[in-house]
């Protein structure tokens, strides 16, 4: 007789792999701007304390532990792309204000959301052949679980653990003490200066071991189509702009740019004009995501409308097993949710409005639910959620509805923010949940008890991000550019003037917006090459690096066996980067906020300590290829 996967020892390890996991992610994505999926070193980690205790069978324990404990990226995905925002913009407008219950309640409302709208479409991605959804990371996530239940999880787990030691380590040195510079930049070498300020071109790298391993994990193709978006920013719409218009001052759509273009930075530029062309850009992304899902969504809610309650599915040829939650619940559930959102909007955030909160829930249900089969599809297909891109057309829509209703001023980026705060999270949480639930198919878990502790996970990672994201915002500040925050600044950039009457950079938008569809008619990812056109620079440079570390050590050898181990290998060893590295940053943090802090702002003030820094990234770089080859 099998042994009940749901028990005290998944349940504690899966609320502690959230607690720990949420934190790490949350200090990752507001430093780089991308939140890497848990999923897989969750389940390493899983596997690695499983055959430590000498638990036997523990393969679906591992499943509800990955499960609750991969709720962590998805609620800080939809957390950290949005929220900051109303701490950025409180720099500009001390009114604003945003407290842990508005966080906590907009995360959970979000992530419960999420959950509720994907079930009735389990049946239509899960089920389907892996030619139509190949589902990538689920399928690495299962092959780690499965080769726990031979009991070889330790293996697996011992350089996952040692290179998170080394990254961690690393990024600690680098974020407490400073040793060395964070970022190699052109301004080290000769001439470097001035090719910055006269020509604007410069050229940046983050040397951070988490990056280097989130590039790893991205892919070289993928990371390499981020980092040419963000060089025709940086290489040609920079100085292109500088040339055009070297005595203008551009500021039709923020008064408070009062410097020509040419007496500007290259950053200055990026921030003040570049950043808006990928917003534009993701945004139509977005849209074509829409237009190509339609008819998944269509078929999906007809399945799920056939579904009922007494739904049956068969797992790799078991016998017939109990599938989702009743129908009936969903469905009740789902209605409450909502209600309680309106309630949370009502009282929460529009200071009791009724038709403020009544146009707000019904922007938030409606674009939530038809984006939720866009996420699943992207996730099935790609593995990568276009969640960012999604929710900044949400937040573009939801600003010029809510001042078509009355709402203005900082009342309505607030109420807007929270609004895309709800609708990030619940998307973010469906893309990630169908990998659960794919998970949960090939390893024969019942997805009724995956679905049932989903919100538990989504309750504890809520509360973490909430008040990891106040501990680094006391600690640094998102407006102090300490931590890049990218899709947040990108959020209260496009809020701002849109809640102010200013107007918005529209036609920087309609720029962005026409190469994101001649990118797609020539076949080339559309959302990637838009990412790298609003993050910056020093952190797209990594990620092409980290890619083509991927690309070296699985291409080395003539046996092609030898290759797909060592890619492995990288895995793991990427994942122990990032996990490190990230959870170390969240320690830094904690140590800064204690008062602990070292001054080494005029020593990175010297070239030598960007020179240390490529020395150190070198060595960095030269440990992860070897260690693959172990």
């Known amino acids: 007789m099998k042994k009940n996967e749901v028990n005290t020892w998944s349940v504690t390890w899966g609320v502690l792999m959230a ?13 780089v701007g991308q939140v890497f999926e848990a999923a897989i070193p969750i389940a390493i980690i899983a596997v690695g304390v499983s055959a430590a205790a000498k638990r036997s069978n523990a393969l679906r324990e591992n499943v509800i532990i990955q499960s609750i404990g991969a709720c962590s990226g998805a609620v800080v995905a939809g957390a950290i792309f ?40 389990r049946k239509y991605f899960v089920e389907a052949p892996q030619e139509q959804f190949p589902f990538p990371e689920a399928t690495a996530t299962t092959q780690v679980l499965k080769s726990g239940d031979n009991a070889n999880g330790s293996s697996q787990a011992k350089p996952l653990l040692f290179a998170g030691l080394i990254g961690g380590l690393y990024d600690f040195i680098v974020a407490t003490f400073g040793w060395w510079n964070e970022n190699v930049t052109s301004r080290m070498i000769p001439y470097g200066e001035d090719l910055a300020e006269k020509a604007k071109l410069v050229f940046k790298n983050n040397t951070g071991a988490a990056v280097l391993g989130l590039g790893y994990i991205v892919g070289f193709r993928y990371a390499l189509i981020i980092t ?35 007496a500007m930075s290259p950053e200055q530029i990026f921030t003040s004009y570049g950043k808006s062309i990928g917003i534009g850009a993701i945004a139509m992304a977005g849209i074509i995501g829409i237009i190509k899902s339609w008819s998944v969504i269509k078929s999906a809610i007809g399945l799920a409308a056939k579904a009922g309650e007494s739904q049956q599915s068969t797992a790799n040829g078991q016998k017939p097993i109990a599938t989702d939650l009743p129908f009936k619940f969903i469905a009740i559930a789902s209605v409450v949710t909502i209600i309680i959102i309106f309630l949370f909007f009502w009282f929460g955030v529009m200071n009791g409005n009724l038709l403020f909160a009544a146009v707000a829930i019904i922007l938030t249900a409606v674009i939530a639910f038809l984006f939720t089969t866009v996420a699943a599809n992207a996730i099935a297909i790609v593995g990568s959620n276009p969640v960012s891109g999604m929710t900044l057309m949400t937040l573009i829509l939801a600003s010029v509805v809510m001042v078509a209703v009355g709402l203005k001023g900082t009342g309505g980026m607030v109420a807007a923010l929270i609004m895309g705060g709800v609708v990030c999270t619940a998307l973010s949480m469906a893309g990630s949940f169908i990998t659960d639930l794919k998970i949960g198919y090939w390893t024969g878990t019942l ?37 890049a925050a990218p899709q947040a600044n990108a959020m209260a950039a496009v809020i701002d003037p849109l809640m102010n009457g200013v107007g918005a950079p529209w036609i920087l938008y309609a720029i962005g917006a026409a190469i994101a569809i001649i990118l797609t008619l020539c076949k080339v990812p559309a959302l990637a090459f838009a990412l ?12 092409v690096i980290g890619g083509a570390v991927n690309w070296y050590v699985t291409t080395r050898s003539k046996d092609e066996t030898t290759n797909k181990e060592r890619g492995e290998k990288g895995n793991l060893i990427a994942s122990g980067f990032i996990a490190g590295g990230a959870l170390m940053g969240v320690i830094s943090a904690l140590l800064r906020f204690g008062g602990i802090q070292f001054d ?18 070198i060595l960095l770089i030269i440990y992860f290829v070897r260690a693959t080859k172990k």
């Open 19 to 31: 607690v720990l996991f949420s934190a790490a992610a949350a200090y990752l994505g507001l430093k």
């Open 228 to 262: 040419l978006g963000s060089l025709f920013v940086w290489w040609l719409f920079v100085p292109a702009m500088a040339f055009i218009f070297p005595d203008t001052v551009l500021n039709q759509w923020n008064p408070a740019i009062d410097t020509a273009v040419g």
């Open 532 to 543: 790298g056109m609003f993050i910056p620079l020093e952190l797209n440079v990594p990620l």
């Open 600 to 617: 080494y702002a005029e020593w990175w003030s010297n070239p030598l300590s960007e020179l240390l820094s490529l020395l150190a990234y």
């Open 82 to 121: 949005t929220l900051p925002a109303i701490y950025i913009l409180q720099a500009k407008y001390p009114e604003m204000s945003a407290d842990f219950l508005k966080i906590f309640i907009a995360s959970l409302l979000g992530g419960v959301l999420g959950i509720l709208f994907l079930i009735p479409f």
């Open 447 to 483: 997805p009724k008890k995956q679905e049932t502790w989903k919100f538990l996970g989504t309750l504890v990672s809520a509360a973490t991000v909430g008040g990891v994201m106040m501990l680094l915002n006391e600690t640094y500040g998102f407006a102090s550019g300490t931590l």
